[in-house]
């Protein structure tokens, strides 16, 4: 008798559910033999949005995206809000290596540098807990191609003709026949 009362309710609530339809039992059963491949799509999505949150999370503690804009004043010769200087000294700003890297796109794309001022940088950044050997190499590099570098002739003549440059090459052309 109380198995007939609960054959008669699933048989009820079967029918106001819809379940007397095939249809309906075959989308239950696709969605549940579905749902493993389902679960692994989940769990590479939720792996990269946590590979993106830490990415995010390192680029905002070092303010990289501060140090980006400066770097990029830097090379097109753009005012500076803040000296490059200033922003080696705060504390608060990026990690050693991001404070070097910034030093040397400054150092190398400035001409010319007083010793006194680079003492200051290489002071700064020592205090800042970086390893300032590459500067010295640097120096060393940047000295040498200076004086490497031969001086660049004016390639324009006042007659409007060949510029005094051509005229080597020709000579040095014409004097390889002897």
């Known amino acids: 008798e ?3 009362a609960a054959e008669q309710e699933i048989k009820r609530l079967k ?3 819809g379940g007397g339809d095939e249809n309906a039992n075959d989308q239950i059963a696709n969605t549940v033999s579905s749902l493993p491949e389902l679960m692994e799509r989940k769990k590479r999505v939720d792996m990269h949005i946590n590979i993106a949150t830490a990415l995010s ?4 503690s070092r303010n990289l995206d501060k140090f980006f804009e400066v770097e990029e004043k830097i090379m097109t010769k753009t005012t500076l809000e803040e000296s490059v200087l200033d922003t080696l000294k705060n504390p608060n700003v990026g990690t050693a290596e991001d404070k070097l890297r910034l030093f ?3 150092y190398l794309s400035t001409s010319d540098l007083p010793d ?3 003492q200051q940088y290489i002071d700064t950044l020592q205090e800042a807990g970086c390893d300032t050997s590459c500067i010295e190499y640097l120096a060393k590099l940047k000295s040498v191609s200076s004086l490497s570098a031969p001086p660049q002739p004016k390639l324009t003549s006042s007659t409007g003709g060949y510029s005094s440059m051509s005229n080597m090459f020709k000579y040095v052309k ?3 026949k002897f």
């Open 2 to 4: 109380a198995c007939r």
């Open 15 to 17: 029918d106001v559910m």
């Open 57 to 60: 999370d390192c680029i905002r």
């Open 104 to 106: 040397v796109i400054y």
């Open 116 to 118: 006194n001022e680079l």
């Open 174 to 176: 014409n004097s390889s």
